[in-house]
């Protein structure tokens, strides 16, 4: 399995960037994919999810409705559109699969819960 993340990159406040998670050694119908981000001197901290089974999304209260997620499971890849953009979204970006059932609500939002990680991609947001 592996996990390939990139798109990043220097924009101004405001601006528009869209992240991209090349999927590989599983299928999107088989694997939840989550998008984290770590800021310098911070936690990796959970943005964004999409389902195995029928695509659903959640988003963390602070990207909600500046960023959209989605999959094309043809390319096998998972996107985060991100709109609006702060400079406090600056941070490096992970992808992540969660392969298999979990048992209970809002496990996506864990580090824990996760089995495979990309490499990361750098976004960072000028004021």
């Known amino acids: 399995v592996q996990l390939q993340a990139s798109g990043g990159g220097l924009v101004q406040a405001g601006g528009s960037l869209r992240l991209s998670c090349a999927a590989s050694?599983?299928?999107?119908?088989?694997?939840?994919i989550g998008w984290f981000r770590q800021a310098p001197g911070k936690e990796r901290e959970w943005v964004s999810f999409?389902?195995?089974?029928?695509?659903?999304?959640y988003y963390a209260d602070s990207v909600k409705g500046r960023l959209t997620i989605s999959r094309d499971t043809a390319k096998n890849a998972v996107y985060l559109q991100m709109n609006s953009l702060k400079p406090e979204d600056t941070a490096l970006y992970f992808c992540?699969?969660?392969?298999?059932?979990?048992?209970?609500?809002?496990?996506?939002?864990?580090?824990?819960?996760?089995?495979?990680w990309g490499q990361g991609t750098l976004v960072t947001v000028s004021s």
């Open positions: 992540a699969a969660a392969l298999g059932a979990r048992k209970y609500s809002t496990w996506y939002r864990y580090v824990r819960e996760y089995d495979h």
């Open positions: 050694g599983f299928t999107l119908y088989h694997g939840g």
């Open positions: 999409i389902s195995s089974s029928d695509a659903r999304t």
